[in-house]
């Protein structure tokens, strides 16, 4: 199958070699990390995480929203997410494969995730996060190319992959799990030291991932001339809905605790995000549109009539994925770790090359996707001819 990807339009290899551009970009700029090391990136002793980390916890939720169209399908046998469910799996494909870059580009030194092979430590919340992203990656591809493959054939799947299908259910809820337990799980930081906290990501995760989904399904429409389907995009809006009311409902009991307790501990890291603290607030203006976007996506979708509109409904989408990804892109890193625990303030701001690094991780992913998504609809086209 992977023929259907090197046959396409000047536009899709147009697409490729800017993606390739985009790919050489980044490792030129990671050269120099690799000389330097992170001390050309905007971290410091204060904040020892930053964009790299903030970028791979946002992608690890649009991996995991895959599930959302794997219940349906398999459990509750709903036929409708057929046709899109492929384009969910390879999504997830792309996106572990970026949140393993970007834990790549962010230990400095690659041969440093060896020590993780070599001196395994099952205590340690990274040795799991390291087996539950890898083997979910394992499991989208697994699942994806034999189901692909079997409906290019015009056979049902093989029997053997269904435990692998039914797998990835919890193992997909597992990965973002995890990925909060490696914030909430450090005493020492207040804005993490939440139970909600794994909540909040799954929730952010179903609204930010389907949302993404739809976007790349009517690009598809345009640039592939294939229908995905427009029942299977209305079922993902009302997903979207669902999630991002959750999400932000998740949001406001934070602020809730937060602001009535008065914690200090916890309250500073909000107000910093929000109002900014002594003098600096370079995350406010971005929160406040974090906040704003999904409100007003919410109120998009919350009629029907406005779902059913397909530029509506992507500009709602579009709103959701901003939203979702300046919380949790942006804010959810440099929230926690400013101001620290001795409560000064040590602002943290991506370098030009960290910002070219992050760019080059993005091509890769996206590169990933679109030969993926080319294999896929060029089946499925061939399948529906």
């Known amino acids: ?14 697409w490729i ?7 050489a970009t980044g490792f030129f700029a990671y050269t120099f990390q690799m000389k330097e090391g992170l001390s050309i990136t905007g971290m410091s002793r204060d904040v ?20 959302m169209m794997v219940i349906p399908k398999y459990l509750h046998h709903y036929q409708t997410f057929g046709r899109v469910l492929i384009l969910g799996e ?18 400095g030194q690659p041969q440093r995730m060896l020590n993780v092979l070599l001196h395994p430590t099952p205590r340690s919340i990274l040795f799991w996060d390291m087996i539950v992203l890898n083997g979910y990656l394992f499991l989208n591809i697994l699942i994806g190319w034999v189901t692909l493959q079997a409906e290019r054939k015009g056979v049902e799947p093989p029997k053997w992959i269904k435990p692998f299908i039914y797998l990835s259910i919890p193992w997909a809820v597992s990965i973002h799990t995890v990925t909060a337990f490696l914030y909430c799980g450090l005493p020492g930081r207040g804005f993490w030291l939440t139970a909600i906290l ?23 429409k345009i640039f592939a001339k294939w229908d995905p389907g427009k029942e299977a995009i209305q079922s993902l809006a009302k997903i ?57 996506a919410v109120l998009i979708l919350l009629f029907p009539q406005n779902r059913k509109s397909d ?11 901003l939203s ?49 998504y080319k294999v896929a609809v060029g089946v499925k086209k061939e399948v529906d001819a």
């Open 198 to 220: 794994a909540p909040r990501f799954l929730a952010s995760a179903f609204a930010s991932g389907p949302a993404f989904l739809i976007l790349l399904c009517y690009i598809v």
């Open 324 to 372: 979702t990804w300046i919380d949790k892109g942006m804010g959810m890193i440099s929230g926690g770790f400013v101001p620290n625990p001795l409560e000064e303030v040590v602002e943290y701001i991506p370098t030009k090359l960290e910002l070219l690094i992050t760019l080059g991780v993005y091509a890769a992913g996206f590169l990933i996707l679109t030969i993926l």
């Open 48 to 67: 020892s995480w930053g964009f790299y980390i903030a970028q791979f916890t946002f992608l690890v939720g649009v991996a995991a929203s895959a599930v």
């Open 240 to 296: 979207v809905t669902y999630a991002i009311i959750t999400n932000l409902f998740f949001l406001s009991l934070e602020i809730f605790t937060v602001g009535y307790s008065q914690i200090p501990s916890h309250l500073l890291h909000f107000k910093y995000l929000f109002f900014g603290l002594e003098g600096h607030a370079t995350y406010a203006p971005w929160m406040w549109v974090s906040v704003v976007a999904g409100l007003l």
């Open 17 to 23: 070699g800017l993606l390739l551009l985009g790919v």
């Open 1 to 14: 199958m992977l023929e259907k990807a090197i046959k396409g339009s000047k536009l899709y290899w147009g």
């Open 311 to 321: 530029n509506v409904l992507a500009m709602a989408c579009v709103l959701v994925f």
């Open 90 to 107: 390879f999504l997830a494909v792309a996106a572990v494969s970026m949140c393993l870059l970007f834990i790549v580009v962010d230990l």
